[in-house]
């Protein structure tokens, strides 16, 4: 029996879903990002920590264009990232992110929040946007809170609301900053559970946390960030057990 075509997607196995090379940051004369160079692979699933103020956000910030970087390439599933903002949309567009205080527009609807971008973005017909936001709500467990405003949930119900409206996207990578920082410790399982699902799926994922049973529980890699630097990057059996520099080592000493 002659074998099966490959289908288009397959084509693009081997291509990183995210390379940084060499790049350089600065806001002002403060040099922020170090020479960062990282390859994220599809459906890899990578944990950033690192003390405050290490240029956790900053990194990811600069994977949609949040932030412009200085020196140096950062190509986002094969597109490389300059001023041109079709391009810009373009990787938006494919890569969903989720912040610590979950960003959702307080005078609509969860529903609306899920439907604005399928919408304007994507030109999905509104039937089919709610259609498909009902879909996600679903697999983040609050579809009954979809007539809601966001002030009336709680921070673990709204942060779920964040995930499942980048969802709606349909994104290639996800990216998340803190998703469970800003929440009380009862609500950090419900947010960290829908993640760990969605690693589960197969979705790509860049995740800045210090939660680090998620970290060993999903992560492929642990990064470790110190003064704009990546000091360190392992599996997180060797990252946890074995550290080799002394500054991963403190860091730990002091989260764990
Ligand atoms: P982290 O997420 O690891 O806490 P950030 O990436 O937010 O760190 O910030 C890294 C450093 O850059 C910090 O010293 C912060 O004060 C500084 N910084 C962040 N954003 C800006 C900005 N827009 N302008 C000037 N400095 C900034
Ligand atoms: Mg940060």
Known sequence: MPSRRLDASTADAGLPAVSM???NKWFGDFH???DIN?????????VICGPSGSGKSTLIRCINR???HEEGQIIVDGHQLTDDLRQIDKIRSEVGMVFQNFNL???LSVLDNLCLAPQWVRKMPRAKAEEVA???????KIPEQAHKFPGQLSGGQQQRVAIARALCMNP???LFDEPTSALDPEMVKEVLDVMIELAEQGMTMLCVTHEMGFAKAVADRVI???FGEIVEVAPPAEFFASPKSDRTRTFLSQIL
């Open 38 to 46: 990282l390859e994220v692979e599809e459906g890899e699933r990578i």
């Open 224 to 226: 470790f960030m110190d």
């Open 105 to 107: 527009f307080p005078h």
């Open 32 to 34: 922020v990002l170090k």
């Open 172 to 174: 290639r990578i996800m």
């Open 134 to 140: 009902m879909t996600y709500l679903e697999r983040v």
């Open 21 to 23: 090379v060499g790049v």
């Open 66 to 68: 949040l932030e412009p």
